[in-house]
C-alpha cells in the first residue's frame, strides 16, 4: 500500500503496511482500485452529458459517484468488502452510461487500457495495486504534475463527501456534479499538463464553494436557522444512546423513534451543532453532548453506557468492549460493525433498553455555547467593526479544520490560549475541541460583551466563515486579505483539503496550515502556492502569533 491523502501519514512520506488509521494494505488496494473508476466515471458521465443526457438519467451515476468518493476518505469505510461492491455497482453503471450515450447517438469514450477485469474480491483487489500511487506517478513521469493530480483527487473526494451530506437532506445540484465529474476526467488523463492541472485544483475549490453553500441552505431549510445555545456537556441520567458523525437528517429520525422511550440522544463530535437548529432542539431527550473529537472515540465508546451509531466520519477500529454496541450507516463501513441500511432504529433502541445508562450524577452541570452560524453572527458585524475601529478587538482570529491525535496538534490550543485577550475567535470543525475546554478560555467576553469564541458549527459550516469574512469586507469597503482577520487552519482529511482549496480560489491569502504539510505536495508545487497565496506552513506560536498580529 502507499497512502498519504491525510495529514497523519506515517513519517510524513505515506503508510506503507497499514494505515496509522488503521486502514489495512487489502482495503487500501481496494479504494485506489475505486478511484480509479471514479477518475474513468468522470470521463464517461460527461461523455453521457454531452450526449444529451438529462438530470434524471445521470442520477444513479451522481449518487454512486458521491458515496463511492465519501467512501474513501480518511476514517470512514474499512471494510474491504464494501467497498468492492461500490466498484462492482459501478461498473453496472458504466455499462448503463455507455448505453446510454449509443442511445443518443454520441460516441463512448475508449477508456485507457487499465481496465478492471474480474470483478470478484481477490482479483479486484491485485487491479487496485497496478492503479497505486507510485504507480500513476511513475505512469506520469513528472512529479508536481502529479502532486497537482493528488491535490485535486483528495480536494474532489471533500467536496463528494459535503455534497453526499447535501443529498442527504434532499439536495443534489446537477451543475455542480457535472463539473465534478469534468474534474474526474482531467484527473484521469495522464497529460503532464501543468496549467490545466493547476485550473482543475481551483475548479474543485469552487465547486466545494457552492457545494458548502448548498448545504448551509439544506441544514437551515430542513432545521430552521441555527441560534445560539448552551448546549450541556455533562451526563444526564437514563438510558442513553450517542450519535456522532455530521448526518442531521439520520439524528432528526433517531429523536422521532425515540420519543416516547425515555432514552436520551447525546450528540458526539462534529454532531455536537444539533443543538442549536430549531427543529432539532426541540426534542427534550436531545440532552447533551458527549465526549470530545472523533480520535478520543476508543475511550469515550468504551466509557458510554448505551449504543453508539457513526453516520459518517470519523470512525475508528472499535474495541471489544464496544463492538456489539456500535453501528454504522451510510458510508461508514467497519468489517464486524452492524450497519444500518435505513433510518429504522429498533434494533438500536432495544440495544440502549438493555444497556445500563447514566446512574444519577452530583457533578455540576457544564455547557458550551454553539450556534454562531453566520445568521447569528452577522447582526453582530456592526458591533465587531466598532470594536475594531475602537480598538476593543484588536483582530478577528479563525482557527478551524480537523482535530487528530498527534501532540503537535497542541499548537492550536497554544494558539487559542496565548492570542491577546481582546482577539476575536471564530472556531469551527472539530480542531476546536483542542480549546473550547480550556479552563483558560471559558467563558471569556470582550470588552463590549461578546463572546470571545464564537462556535461555527461542524467543518460542514465552513459557508459561515465565508459569509462572514465576505460580508465583513464588504462593510468595510476592503478585501477579505485587508481584513483585520488571521487564518489558521487545521488539516488532517480530504474535506479540510476542498476547503482550503475553496479558500485559495476565492484569492484569500496568508493562511497558516498546520501542524504540517501534506505529503503529496511538492517542493515546486508549495512554491507556487506561497508565491501566490503566501500560503504558511504553522510554525513556533509565539512567532506566528506577532506575525498575525501585525497583520503576516
Ligand atoms: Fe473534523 Fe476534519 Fe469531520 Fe471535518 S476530521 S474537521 O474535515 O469532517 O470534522
Ligand atoms: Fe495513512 Fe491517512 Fe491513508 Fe489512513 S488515510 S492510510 S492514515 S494516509
Not at 503 to 520: D, E, T
Request: include cysteine.
Amino acid at each position: 500500500m502507499f497512502c498519504r491523502q491525510c495529514e497523519q501519514t506515517q513519517d510524513h512520506i505515506a503508510c506503507r503496511s497499514v494505515g496509522i488509521c488503521g486502514k489495512s494494505a487489502e482495503t487500501s488496494a481496494m479504494q485506489d482500485g475505486l478511484v480509479h473508476l471514479l477518475k474513468r466515471m468522470g470521463v464517461m458521465a460527461t461523455a453521457a452529458r454531452g450526449a444529451g443526457a438529462n438530470e434524471k438519467e445521470m442520477y444513479q451515476v451522481n449518487w454512486w459517484t458521491l458515496r463511492s468518493a465519501f467512501s474513501t476518505l480518511t476514517n470512514v469505510n474499512f471494510d474491504e468488502e464494501r467497498i468492492a461492491e461500490f466498484i462492482r455497482e459501478g461498473l453496472t453503471i458504466q455499462k448503463k452510461l455507455e448505453e446510454l450515450i449509443q442511445s443518443k447517438g454520441g460516441k463512448v469514450p475508449n477508456l485507457d487500457p487499465v481496465a478492471i477485469g474480474d470483478t470478484d474480491t481477490a482479483s479486484l483487489e491485485e487491479f487496485g495495486y497496478t492503479v497505486s500511487v507510485p504507480k500513476l506517478k511513475d505512469c506520469m513521469g513528472n512529479d508536481d504534475c502529479f502532486s497537482l493530480v493528488e491535490i485535486g483527487t483528495y480536494g474532489a473526494k471533500g467536496v463528494c463527501a459535503y455534497a453526499a451530506h447535501c443529498h442527504q437532506l434532499g439536495y443534489m445540484n446537477e451543475e455542480v456534479m457535472a463539473g465534478l465529474h469534468e474534474v474526474f476526467a482531467k484527473l484521469a488523463s495522464n497529460e503532464a499538463d501543468m496549467n490545466g492541472l493547476l485550473a482543475n485544483v481551483l475548479r474543485v475549490g469552487e465547486l466545494n464553494g457552492k457545494v458548502l453553500a448548498m448545504l448551509d441552505e439544506a441544514h437551515a431549510s430542513n432545521f430552521g436557522v441555527p441560534e445560539p445555545t448552551q448546549v450541556k456537556v455533562t451526563a444526564t441520567e437514563g438510558k442513553a444512546i450517542l450519535v456522532s458523525g455530521h448526518d442531521l437528517k439520520d439524528l432528526e429520525e433517531l429523536l422521532k423513534q425515540t420519543e416516547s422511550t425515555s432514552i436520551n440522544v447525546y450528540t458526539h463530535g462534529e454532531m455536537l451543532p444539533a443543538h442549536s437548529y430549531p427543529g432539532l432542539k426541540k426534542y427534550p431527550h436531545l440532552v447533551g453532548n458527549y465526549g470530545t473529537a472523533w480520535q478520543a472515540q476508543k475511550f469515550e465508546f468504551s466509557t458510554f453506557p448505551g449504543p453508539v451509531i457513526v453516520t459518517t466520519n470519523c470512525i475508528l477500529e472499535p474495541r471489544r468492549m464496544y463492538k456489539d454496541r456500535i453501528y454504522s450507516m451510510n458510508e461508514v463501513g467497519v468489517s464486524g460493525v452492524k450497519h444500518l441500511e435505513s433510518r429504522d432504529f429498533s434494533e438500536v433502541i432495544a440495544k440502549a433498553k438493555e444497556c445500563k445508562g447514566f446512574p444519577k450524577t452530583i457533578t455540576p452541570a457544564q455547557y458550551h455555547t454553539v450556534g454562531f452560524n453566520h445568521r447569528a453572527v452577522l447582526p453582530l458585524a456592526g458591533d465587531v467593526i466598532e470594536g475594531v475601529k475602537k480598538g476593543d478587538i484588536s483582530r478577528i482570529f479563525l482557527i478551524g479544520g480537523c482535530d487528530g491525535s498527534q501532540f503537535d496538534r497542541n499548537y492550536f490550543t497554544e494558539l487559542a490560549e496565548e492570542l491577546p485577550e481582546d482577539t476575536l475567535i471564530l472556531t469551527l470543525g472539530c480542531a476546536k475541541n483542542r480549546f473550547i475546554h480550556s479552563q483558560k478560555l471559558l467563558n471569556q467576553t470582550l470588552a463590549n460583551g461578546m463572546p470571545r469564541i464564537m462556535d461555527m458549527g461542524q467543518c460542514n459550516d465552513s459557508y459561515s466563515a465565508i459569509v462572514v469574512a465576505t460580508e465583513l469586507a464588504k462593510a468595510l469597503d476592503c478585501t477579505v486579505n485587508d481584513l483585520p482577520l488571521s487564518l489558521c487552519l487545521s488539516h488532517l482529511e480530504q474535506k479540510a483539503a476542498a476547503v482550503l482549496l475553496t479558500l485559495l480560489n476565492m484569492g484569500v491569502k496568508n493562511i497558516r496550515l498546520g501542524p504540517s504539510l501534506p505529503a503529496y505536495i511538492t517542493p515546486n508545487v508549495l512554491n507556487v502556492l506561497v508565491e501566490n497565496y503566501n500560503l504558511m506552513p504553522t510554525g513556533n506560536v509565539h512567532d506566528d502569533i506577532k506575525g498575525m498580529m501585525a497583520g503576516r
